[in-house]
T-cell receptor, first 113, second 108 residues
Framework: SAVISQKPSRDICQRGTSLTIQCQVDSQVTMMFWYRQQPGQSLTLIATANQGSEATYESGFVIDKFPISRPNLTFSTLTVSNMSPEDSSIYLC??????????FGPGTRLTVT | GIQVEQSPPDLILQEGANSTLRCNFSDSVNNLQWFHQNPWGQLINLFYIPSGTKQNGRLSATTVATERYSLLYISSSQTTDSGVYFCAADTGRRALTFGSGTRLQVQP
């Protein structure tokens, strides 16, 4: 299984600002994913990030709001831009290991005031 | 896209009781996983089970792919089993679609 870390673990931000979340994996992986979990809700996929190509966004998520970088096979960042209170959520990255099983990072708990 | 439905939405058990959580999915799957989300938000992998039966201690899972459902069994429940249990499926896109979860509370 992959070991995944995220930074920051939590943050409180003011509306209108941006936050960049980092995801680091202990091994090289082809595909990384970013999910959002709004309070009391399930997880929703934001985008799929492949190294060397543009991220693929799900319906309802746009690059201007959630720009993603994937500079190498062990690292990715998700930026939440121009934040509003509705962006308060847990943001999680995940990776697909050998054999298709996915593993998740510990999450970044974001509160926007 | 695939629809993933979980039942029941909420479950309260006395310590020591057994329970069965169900996950129905609307399409053929390449991947079916069960997770436990602890009170700190961490998602713990329980089973990777696109078909068949697996057991890990007090937990076991069965997926009947032809009938598009999966079951998670928890035996002799403990207070540490409390949290939210998610089923998630992938049809080949390699990204998971999550069900709405079952919130389990185990009382001492």
């Amino acid at each position: 299984s992959a070991v995944i870390s995220q930074k920051p673990s939590r943050d409180i931000c003011q509306r209108g600002t941006s936050l960049t979340i980092q995801c680091q994996v202990d091994s090289q992986v082809t595909m990384m994913f970013w999910y959002r979990q709004q309070p009391g809700q399930s997880l929703t996929l934001i985008a799929t990030a492949n190294q060397g190509s543009e991220a693929t966004y799900e319906s309802g998520f746009v690059i201007d709001k959630f720009p993603i970088s994937r500079p190498n096979l062990t690292f990715s960042t998700l930026t939440v831009s121009n934040m509003s209170p509705e962006d308060s959520s847990i943001y999680l990255c995940s990776v697909e290991s050998e054999g298709d099983e996915q593993y998740f990072g510990p999450g970044t708990r974001l509160t926007v005031t | 896209g695939i629809q993933v439905e979980q039942s029941p939405p909420d479950l309260i058990l006395q310590e020591g009781a057994n329970s069965t959580l169900r996950c129905n999915f609307s399409d053929s799957v390449n991947n079916l996983q069960w997770f436990h989300q602890n009170p700190w938000g961490q998602l713990i992998n329980l089973f990777y089970i696109p078909s068949g039966t697996k057991q890990n201690g007090r937990l076991s899972a069965t997926t009947v792919a032809t009938e598009r459902y999966s079951l998670l069994y928890i035996s002799s429940s403990q207070t540490t089993d409390s949290g939210v249990y998610f089923c998630a499926a992938d049809t080949g896109r390699r990204a998971l679609t999550f069900g709405s979860g079952t919130r389990l509370q185990v009382q001492p």
